[in-house]
């Protein structure tokens, strides 16, 4: 009898499985609409997030995603430059974390504009795309800095739009 369920069987736990991996551990899979986080992460890729079970792990540049801070419209994916209680200043697309620049191999493009100083409140982060000439992020919204409540997730996988390749972070 059970042979003749076998199947039905099989893909109900496979549903099940998807079910809580989806529900408990990731976010589903989104596409990047645009460049702000090339070369890293490139217009029409697709990314896995790992929901936000990470409490306390948020740590700097941890690329994550969120709800944009001004309207809570739509969601962004930025990476983490700033963390709670730091003085951030960009001086001519140079970026200073209490007044040491920080090393950021992943731009591939000089940015050459100035921002702050300004201390990041306690419990909130401030964000930045890796492609700064081309990144709607931080340094223009109105409330620049971002929540730790509003943080959905970090991703954790990226297949790219070019092919079959992937790699995880």
């Not at 790992?50 to 309207?71: A, H, L």
Request: charged share 20%.
């Amino acid at each position: 009898m059970l042979k003749k369920y076998r199947i039905a069987i099989a893909c109900a736990i496979e549903l099940l499985f998807i079910f809580i991996v989806t529900h408990y551990f990731l976010l589903p899979c989104t596409v990047i609409p645009s460049d702000s986080m090339a070369p890293t992460i490139k217009a029409g890729s697709i990314t896995m997030v790992q929901r936000r079970n990470f409490e306390g792990e948020i740590q700097r540049r941890d690329i994550v995603v969120f709800p944009d801070p001004d309207t809570q419209s739509a969601l962004y994916c930025k990476r983490i430059i700033g963390l709670p209680g730091e003085e951030i200043e960009i001086r001519q697309g140079i970026t200073y974390i209490n007044g040491i620049e920080l090393d950021e191999p992943y731009i591939a493009e000089s940015y050459t504009g100035s921002f702050g100083p300004y201390e990041i409140p306690e419990n909130c982060y401030f964000l930045m795309g890796d492609n700064r000439t081309h990144s709607y992020d931080s340094r223009y919204w109105n409330q620049p800095f971002v929540s730790e409540d509003d943080i959905r997730g970090k991703v954790c996988v990226i297949w790219f739009s070019e092919g079959f390749c992937w790699k995880t972070l």
